[in-house]
Nanobody, 123 residues
Framework: QVHLVESGGGLVQAGGSLRLSCAAA????????MGWFRQAPGKEREFVAI????????YYADSVKGRFTISRDNAKNSVYLQMNELKAEDTGVYYC????????????????WGQGTQVIVSS
């Protein structure tokens, strides 16, 4: 079992920035792939970004590429999502995730989810 706790969500104006944090309660999470998904109101959950256990490999959804940056600090069992140039369409609940084996960008690839943190971007 891996417990993930997100923080850093909130209300921001379009064009602004937010930084999301996710801490894993278990140190074993530092050896797993970690990432972020989001779910907008009335829409399905979608992939945002993912990072390898070493931090050396990252991958982003086209919709956030160039604006969002994922990073991690394994000493703190944490992963972060720096979100810049936010748009109204970035509004949603952001979920921290971890994948125990392999690599994936679909919800069914995810082994554990955090409880989510709300991001609202006002236009």
């Amino acid at each position: 079992q891996v417990h993930l706790v997100e923080s850093g969500g909130g209300l921001v104006q379009a064009g602004g920035s937010l930084r999301l944090s996710c801490a894993a309660a278990e140190s074993s999470a530092s050896s797993n792939v970690m990432g972020w998904f989001r779910q907008a109101p009335g829409k399905e959950r979608e992939f945002v970004a993912i990072i390898s256990w070493s931090g050396g490999t990252t991958y982003y959804a086209d919709s956030v590429k160039g604006r969002f940056t994922i990073s991690r600090d394994n000493a703190k069992n944490s992963v972060y999502l720096q979100m810049n140039e936010l748009k109204a369409e970035d509004t949603g609940v952001y979920y921290c995730i971890t994948i125990l084996a392999g690599w994936g960008t679909e919800p069914e690839d995810v082994d554990y989810w955090g409880q989510g943190t709300q991001v609202i971007v006002s236009s």
